[in-house]
T-cell receptor, first 117, second 114 residues
């Protein structure tokens, strides 16, 4: 079975501060994908980033960056120079390659980010 | 615009009633999913479907039923057997079978038992 843990339930920052969201996952599979989704107040989940288990290269995309470390089963996500519009709930999710099961996502509990002006 | 449409946005149900939540997508995706979200918690999978006329139970299927008669539609029925139906329900779809495909989500239906 898969498990995703987001230990931070809520983070509050002042605009322009950096925010790092922690994510720890558990799986026995060697092939898997990790995702970060954003849930704004409107409710829908918006896809942000994806990383597969064979690619530990950390990247930066605009104000977003992520740190994937298989040795510690962590997939942390950072928002640089936060803005008020970044206020949302952020979910880390895991998907393993199960035949005929498609993209079944296992979600963490989410971290609510509040960016104050 | 392409996307997933869920309706209604808010739904109220009396004790003992069945209610059906609608989910329609025009992304031409094969796979569709229903998730339940409770306050302060992550999403849990209720049912999913990889192809028309076929669907599988997720982690919390008890008290729910689905159908997949058309590729575009995947309605969820919350039956009276679901003891605690008050929650936020999200429908999603993805392009193809496979763990790496990103899922696209609707805006959700908030169900309240009155």
């Amino acid at each position: 079975a898969q498990k995703v843990t987001q230990a931070q339930t809520e983070i509050s920052v002042v605009e322009k501060e950096d925010v790092t969201l922690d994510c720890v996952y558990e799986t026995r599979d060697t092939t898997y994908y990790l995702f970060w989704y954003k849930q704004p107040p409107s409710g829908e989940l918006v896809f942000l980033i994806r990383r597969n288990s064979f690619d530990e290269q950390n990247e930066i995309s605009g104000r977003y960056s992520w740190n994937f470390q298989k040795s510690t089963s962590s997939f942390n996500f950072t928002i640089t120079a936060s803005q008020v519009v970044d206020s949302a709930v952020y979910f880390c999710a895991l998907s393993v390659l199960i035949k005929a099961a498609g993209n079944k996502l296992t979600f963490g509990g989410g971290t609510r980010v509040l960016v104050k002006p | 615009d392409g996307g997933i449409t869920q309706s209604p946005k808010y739904l109220f149900r009396k004790e003992g009633q069945n209610v059906t939540l609608s989910c329609e997508q025009n992304l031409n995706h094969d796979a569709m999913y229903w998730y339940r979200q409770d306050p302060g918690q992550g999403l849990r999978l209720i049912y999913y479907s990889q192809i028309v006329n076929d669907f599988q139970k997720g982690d919390i299927a008890e008290g729910y039923s689905v159908s997949r008669e058309k590729k575009e539609s995947f309605p969820l029925t919350v039956t009276s057997a679901q003891k605690n139906p008050t929650a936020f329900y999200l429908c999603a779809s993805s392009a193809r079978e496979g763990a790496g495909t990103e899922a696209f989500f609707g805006q959700g239906t908030r169900l309240t038992v009155v």
